[in-house]
């Protein structure tokens, strides 16, 4: 079965510092472009990063750019985002996501359950 | 930024109705439209990819039209198990941004 399993989300303080992981099972996770997505409580879904198939291309939402880094193991078929000077508006559900289709009409045909950081003093 | 605005934000309807929902492209797309279901604690799910295309397993009364920047996703006879909410993303240019959300529930 393919799965996406996200974890190390939690409660830091305004400033601190996270990570995230994603696990990856039941696919070739070395083939494909990987994802994270974030949802505020009570808000829609927001792109976050971007990672192609080898690491090599990456991409950020401007509202995190310069402050997360997104990475992955293919060897360990996981994704990884590391999130720097957390604000609270960066409170939300972290959904990793695979996508398929390439440079043509892609799109994300797996995500995980989610993993919940909340950013509070 | 390309904003995707969908329509209505949310709806009630009853088993076996004829749900449409719309989403308004800021600019043309072309046809780089998705729509997912989303339920809460759940893994969102891809319904609709290039504005009209259905992935494998999803089933037909699902379907998407649409292309520039006006599109729907039309469910024919809802089931109980699509209540939830609906988000279209645009893919046509970076970053891809997502609608709203239109949630469905029961009357």
């Known amino acids: 079965e393919r799965q996406l399993v996200e974890s190390g989300g939690g409660l830091v303080q305004p400033g601190r510092s996270l990570r995230l992981s994603c696990a990856a099972s039941?696919?070739?996770?070395?083939?494909?472009?990987m994802y994270w997505v974030r949802q505020p409580p009570g808000k829609g879904l927001e792109w976050v990063s971007f990672?192609?198939?080898?690491?090599?291309?990456?991409d950020y939402a401007d509202s995190v750019k310069g402050r997360f880094t997104i990475s992955r193991d293919n060897a360990k078929k996981s994704l990884y985002l590391q999130m720097n000077s957390l604000r609270p508006e960066d409170t939300a559900f972290y959904y990793c996501?695979?996508?398929?289709?390439?440079?043509?009409?892609?799109?994300?045909?797996?995500w995980g359950r989610g993993t919940l950081v909340t950013v509070s003093s | 930024d390309i904003q995707m605005t969908q329509s209505p934000s949310s709806l009630s309807a009853s088993v076996g109705d004829r749900v449409t929902i719309t989403c308004r492209a800021s600019?043309?797309?072309?046809?780089?439209l998705n729509w997912y279901q989303h339920k809460p604690g759940t893994a969102p799910k891809v319904l609709v990819y290039?504005?009209?295309s259905l992935p494998s397993g999803v089933p037909s009364r699902f379907s998407g039209s649409g292309s520039g920047t006006d599109f729907s996703l039309t469910i024919s006879g809802l089931q109980s198990e699509d209540f939830a909410t609906y988000y279209c993303?645009?893919?046509?240019?970076?970053?891809?941004?997502f609608g709203q959300g239109t949630k469905v529930d029961m009357k």
């Open positions: 600019q043309s797309i072309s046809r780089y």
């Open positions: 039941g696919f070739a996770f070395d083939d494909y472009a």
């Open positions: 993303q645009q893919t046509f240019s970076s970053p891809s941004t």
């Open positions: 990672i192609g198939w080898n690491g090599d291309n990456k």
């Open positions: 290039a504005a009209s």
């Open positions: 996501a695979k996508e398929v289709g390439g440079n043509a009409f892609w799109y994300l045909d797996l």
